[in-house]
């Protein structure tokens, strides 16, 4: 079963820097494709990024791209996503996110598709003062 528990969120100034961390346990994560989620008070869960763990392939949603960089650990099992110039409208609940099936072709159409994940973190806190 698979298990994801993130850390490292919270609350920063606006142009500030944080890093979350991912760690994955339970699954051969080599063909899997790992995202980060976030949910603003109100709004539906968007998709933030993702990596194919076989080969560190990575995709971008357009708002937080030059900003977030997503990158893995092979031997710490673990996702990291770095944010840098944060904004105010990047405060959320960011969650952490496993797809079973990477797929031959990364990204593809369900690649930003929160449904293409079977497994999800409890979530972890951020929040941007302006």
């Known amino acids: 079963q698979v298990q994801l528990v993130e850390s490292g969120g919270g609350l920063v100034q606006a142009g500030g820097s944080l890093r979350l961390s991912c760690a994955a346990s339970?699954?051969?994560?080599?063909?899997?494709?790992m995202g980060w989620f976030r949910q603003a008070p109100g709004k539906e869960r968007e998709f933030v990024a993702a990596?194919?763990?076989?080969?560190?392939?990575?995709v971008y949603a357009d708002s937080v791209k030059d900003r977030f960089t997503i990158s893995r650990d092979n031997v710490k099992n673990t996702v990291a996503l770095q944010m840098n110039s944060l904004k105010a409208e990047d405060t959320a609940v960011y969650y952490c996110?496993?797809?079973?099936?990477?797929?031959?072709?990364?990204?593809?159409?369900?690649?930003?598709?929160?449904?293409?994940?079977?497994?999800w973190g409890q979530g972890t806190q951020v929040t941007v003062s302006s």
């Open positions: 990596i194919r763990w076989s080969d560190g392939r990575t």
């Open positions: 339970g699954g051969t994560f080599s063909r899997y494709a």
């Open positions: 996110a496993a797809d079973r099936v990477a797929g031959l072709a990364f990204p593809n159409i369900n690649t930003k598709n929160r449904s293409s994940y079977d497994s």
